[in-house]
């Protein structure tokens, strides 16, 4: 069986630095979506994802825009503060949607192909996560 594998975006990581999102929040949100709580199915593979801020709720931290597939993998490939802004646009959601479909479409040869070349940053599951497969 295949394990759930988690990436990012180089676009994706420089956002996460700014935003001080760890590799463990990042992880714990995708795992959630895995677990079947996501915060917004938004078609096409495309999710939005919360994330809390240390210390805060999840209701003034980042919003992260996951390509995903159950028991497969979550890709992050977006991020922004819900102060900067409130909805995607219409090109945006098309534009992620069309990213999804062919992320899902890579054969695992070509996924680690991304991974090498620096495409996709594959993320290791935290330490003692009983979900890390």
Known sequence: MQSFSVYQTKQFARFARRARLTDGDLWQAAQRANDGLIDADLGGGVIKQRIARSGEGKSGGSRTILLFRKRDRAVFVDGFQKKDQ????????????????????????????????????????????????
């Open 86 to 133: 409130a909805n995607l646009s219409l090109s945006d959601l098309q534009r992620y949607r069309a990213f999804a479909k062919y992320i899902f479409a890579l054969s695992e040869a070509a996924l680690q192909e991304s991974v090498r070349t620096g495409v996709l940053v594959e993320m290791d599951a935290p330490k003692g996560d009983e979900h890390a497969d």
